[in-house]
């Protein structure tokens, strides 16, 4: 861990040989082998938990009428240390540039959000488990990171880089807790979809875009 902003703690790990780097709400506990540890997820959660969390990025992209794509989630292999079950999961071939810069920032968020909201209803959320969840999403952080600094170079775009500091009265759209309140509202509006789509990719693990499609109509 490496630095705190007054809002959110900037977090480098490796963890089964990947490289992790982005942002969480919550330090970092005492890491001992992997971060799907601190999840403290059965078998069965963390297979559930990763459908949420593909599921909430596909229910706030059909908002944003960005073009439905298939859904999946693999099994990764589990932790060699602590033996912690690991998933990882996919919306197939979602282009940067298929919405406004706004709104995929938003479809970014949904994933975190929509896991995270399903936590809460598994009873009182540990700081811990949140910040597994958090680390979960750190390649949506990197994909919005790269959003951002595309558009900040476009002629009089008037973007900055990715912020991960307090939204404030009057939140840019570049803000990442912005996004993320945007992101959490919009699925609570939508929530019967989120499970009915979460529940179809645990069980099948791979979704067509046409059922995805039919799913959220």
Not at 33 to 51: I, K, N, Y
Not at 58 to 64: E, F, I, Q, S, Y
């Amino acid at each position: 861990m490496s630095g705190f902003n007054g809002y959110s703690y900037e977090l480098e790990i490796s963890s089964g040989g990947v490289n992790y780097w982005g942002h969480t709400t919550d330090p970092a506990p005492d890491f001992t082998c992997c971060f799907a540890r601190h999840g403290d997820f059965t078998v069965e959660q963390a297979r559930l938990g990763t459908a949420f969390h593909e599921a909430g990025h596909a229910v706030v992209a059909r908002l944003a009428e960005i073009p439905t794509v298939p859904v999946e989630i693999v099994a990764d292999p589990p932790c060699d240390t602590c033996g912690a079950s690991r998933w990882s999961g996919r919306n197939e071939a979602v282009a940067l540039n298929a919405g406004t810069a706004h709104d995929t920032l938003a479809v970014l968020a949904a994933g975190v959000q929509a896991q995270l909201l399903w936590c809460e209803g598994l009873g009182p959320m540990t700081a811990g488990r949140r910040w597994a969840v958090e680390i979960g999403g750190f390649n949506d952080q990197g994909l919005a990171r790269e959003l951002c600094t595309a558009t900040a170079g476009l002629p009089d775009a008037g973007w900055r880089d990715l912020d991960y500091g307090p939204p404030g009265l009057f939140p840019q759209p570049w803000n990442w807790g912005y996004q993320q309140q945007r992101a959490r509202q919009a699925l609570l509006g939508q929530w019967g979809y989120v499970e009915k789509l979460a529940v179809r990719v645990a069980g099948d693990l791979r979704v067509s875009a046409e059922d995805v499609a039919a799913i959220l109509t």
